[in-house]
């Protein structure tokens, strides 16, 4: 009895001296939840703030509004990688404008009632026209990535910020391009659409100061399929030079029968046409093709990174407006930063003193009208089935 007595008191004093040295021991954790973790880091955060992102995610140009969706995604992964902006996590809401009017204005009050503290987007400038009162009355800040219509400007009521060319810069880079390749005379065509009516508009006028003939004009509805009494028209009139001023589809199919019917002089598309797109549906009659295009990221040795990390977040190639809707989105919240606040009047303030600001696709800067301060155009030429640079 006596020696069972000393055991436990040696027990006892063992378990004393371990817990006056090591304290108690804390409970064991519970097992790791997968979901938690990957949510943890947004208690770095003092919250979110949500950016808006209008773009047509349907219809006929839904490959270049996805891929400016894309690029938007990657510009906020890499700043909230970074701690996000004042401190807030940046998430993102979409609103498909499917390039078209009607579209762009439930989309657009979408994403105002979802309180948005700005938007970075906007592709056809006939979708983004009806959206720019509707963001001005609602405060919210609006930089345009694409869309470039000289239109575009009496109806701002400064709000939208353009950081790609207005439609002026492209026919000014169109004119000097037929001069630079020997043409006297030319042909316009266009499809109806804002942006295509106001390049043709402002290619006539700037060709005819020139000194230089406009031979003929024609408008293709984008659903025609058979483009020969247009052909003809061309054909009769032998321009030395014809200008395609809208979208790719309809445009592969104009250039495709001007070359089967025997057409040789000089093609030029306009921007909405610099996707890789139409070269794939216009195939060998592409070879030899001139595009007035946007700063694409291929040829811009700042966006080499960039491609690569596209490319490893997306199953493809970033496209034509990749670049500018990378630098919007990175502009926009530039702008945030600069402010001090995401109000809305502090971040339009903001935007406007904007001062050579720049990410991939050049400087930018802003005139007294929210344009683009600089023409940001370049010349493509189709060479073996892909667009390289023309100079």
């Known amino acids: 009895m006596l020696k069972n007595k000393n055991i436990l008191l040696l027990a006892l004093v063992v378990m004393f001296l371990v817990f006056s040295l090591f304290g108690c021991a804390p409970p064991a954790a519970p097992p790791a939840d997968d979901d938690a973790a990957a949510e943890e880091p947004a208690a770095e955060f003092k919250g979110e703030k949500l950016l808006g992102i209008m773009i047509p995610t349907t219809g006929a140009q839904a490959t270049d509004g996805i891929d400016m969706k894309n690029a938007a995604l990657l510009a906020v992964e890499e700043i909230n990688a970074a701690g996000g902006v004042l401190g807030y996590k940046i998430i993102t809401t979409i609103g498909d404008d499917g390039c078209d009017p009607s579209m762009a204005t439930a989309a657009a009050s979408k994403l105002i009632a979802e309180e948005v503290f700005g ?96 031979l003929s004009e024609d408008r293709i509805d984008p659903g025609t399929v058979d483009f020969s009494a247009v052909v003809t028209r061309i054909m009769s009139a032998n321009p030395d030079g014809v200008y395609w001023t809208a979208y790719q589809g309809p445009g592969a199919k104009l250039i495709m029968q001007l070359r089967q019917s025997g057409y040789e002089g000089v093609i ?111 010349l493509l030429v189709a060479q073996d089935g892909k667009w390289t640079l023309a100079e």
């Open 119 to 214: 938007v970075v987007g906007g592709f056809c400038s006939g979708a983004t026209l009806p959206t720019l009162k509707l963001y001005g009355d609602a405060g919210t800040p609006f930089v345009i990535a694409a869309s470039n219509a000289t239109t575009l400007i009496a109806e701002n009521p400064g709000w939208a910020f353009m950081i790609n060319s207005t439609g002026d810069a492209q026919a000014a880079k169109a004119v000097s391009s037929f001069e630079n390749l020997g043409v006297e005379t030319i042909s316009l065509v266009d499809d109806g659409s804002a942006f295509s009516v106001d390049l043709k508009d402002q290619t006539k006028a700037a060709w005819e100061a020139a000194g230089y003939a406009v």
């Open 268 to 378: 030029i598309v306009g921007d909405g046409s610099s996707a890789q797109e139409l070269i794939d549906l216009a195939g060998p009659d592409a070879e030899g093709v001139y595009c007035t295009a946007p700063p694409v990221v291929d040829f811009l040795p700042a966006a080499q990174d960039f491609i690569s990390s596209y490319k490893a977040m997306f199953p493809r190639d970033p496209g034509a407006y990749a670049g500018l809707m990378y630098d919007a989105t990175y502009l926009l919240m530039d702008a945030v930063e600069r402010a001090g606040s995401f109000d809305g009047e502090a971040v339009k303030a903001a935007l406007a003193a904007t001062d050579a600001f720049e990410k991939l696709t050049g400087p930018i800067f802003f005139t007294p009208q929210n344009t683009l301060g600089r023409s940001n155009f370049v």
